[in-house]
């Protein structure tokens, strides 16, 4: 299994990489540093976790030590949801750029299908209706100055991406989405699939402990657990290797610095085809329903509403 995959730019973007979302401000930085020392070459990051300052001096304490040049990384961010507007998204790139000390960015995503007016508080109520393609045609214009090496969303359902890809003239590189065995994006896989989009997985161990988190972890499913005593790893490392049999990068969470050199456990193995169909038989539940968008008065009356009934 390569460590990388092809996006539709030509460049690559590292198979494995360390999200950082909602982390305690004090243990982002040393996470990435450890990352990338065990071998990391991809961190997303995004405005929205609060924590890319942080982010931008481990980067900078990287660099000075000759542990990585700037280019052996592969570093994503995401818009704000206050900086939709056409004039507002160079802005949106360019406080992250500061943030992360940093001259570009390798990707760059709509963080959601989500917009409030420029700096409301982003709360259910305050929602405002999307203009894609204004906000699209301001992201490609960043990949055409090279801010952005490559462009994408995040949190976007099947009829939200072809609704962009309708109107795009620059293909998005990434979709990236919850996806794991608990929750296989079947339909997006196959379109985005189609389309020569990327597919990048957030939570894809799921998502147990967090808040938003529902339903049963399926890192207790007996047939991950099944495979990983038959392959003598653990059911995470299941899930993460089943995510890159799939085709997709996956962006796993830990501050842990055992979890994390476990995590990066993935490459010099394989899990044999009779037991990756297995993972079919699996129950579907999607862990992150995103309630925190609903408001009888919002513009989301439904986590339904939001997924466009993809749920």
């Not at 979302?21 to 990051?45: F, H, L, M, S």
């Not at 203009?131 to 462009?151: F, N, Q």
Request: proline letters at 6%.
């Amino acid at each position: 299994m390569a460590d990388s995959f092809v996006l539709n730019t030509g460049a690559r973007i590292p198979s494995l990489g360390l999200g950082t979302a909602k982390t305690e401000p004090g243990t982002v930085g040393e996470a990435v540093y450890t990352a990338v020392k065990a071998g990391y070459r991809q961190i997303d990051c995004a405005p929205a976790y609060r924590n890319e300052k942080e982010i931008g001096l481990a980067l900078k304490k990287l660099f000075e030590e000759s542990v990585v040049k700037r280019e052996d990384l592969f570093i994503s961010s995401k818009l704000w949801s206050g900086n939709h507007a056409p004039e507002d998204v160079p802005e949106g790139i360019d406080t992250t750029l500061e943030d992360l000390q940093l001259d570009y960015l390798d990707l760059f995503l709509i963080h959601a299908p989500v917009r409030t007016e420029k700096g409301a508080v982003r709360t259910a109520e305050n929602y405002i209706s999307l203009d894609v393609p204004a906000t699209w045609g301001a992201m490609e214009k960043l990949y055409d100055s090279g801010k952005a090496r490559a462009i994408g969303v995040s949190n976007f359902s099947c009829k939200r991406m072809e609704d962009l890809l309708a109107i795009a003239r620059v293909t998005p590189a990434v979709s990236q989405v919850e996806s794991h065995p608990g929750w296989q994006q079947t339909k997006l896989r196959a379109l985005c699939q189609s389309k020569g989009v990327h597919i990048s997985a957030y939570s894809p161990l799921g998502r147990p402990g967090s808040p938003a988190f529902k339903g049963p972890s399926f890192l207790s499913n007996p047939i991950v657990i099944s495979v990983a005593e038959k392959l003598q790893k653990t059911p995470a490392q299941v899930a993460l290797r089943w995510g890159l049999q799939m085709g997709q990068s996956v962006v796993p969470k830990s501050t842990n610095e055992t979890r994390i050199k476990e995590n990066f456990d993935i490459f010099d193995w394989s899990i044999p085809e009779d037991l990756m169909s297995k993972f079919s038989e699996i129950p579907q539940i999607k862990t992150l329903r995103a309630e925190f968008v609903v408001h009888p008065q919002g513009l989301y009356k439904t986590v339904e509403d939001f997924w466009d009934g993809e749920i």
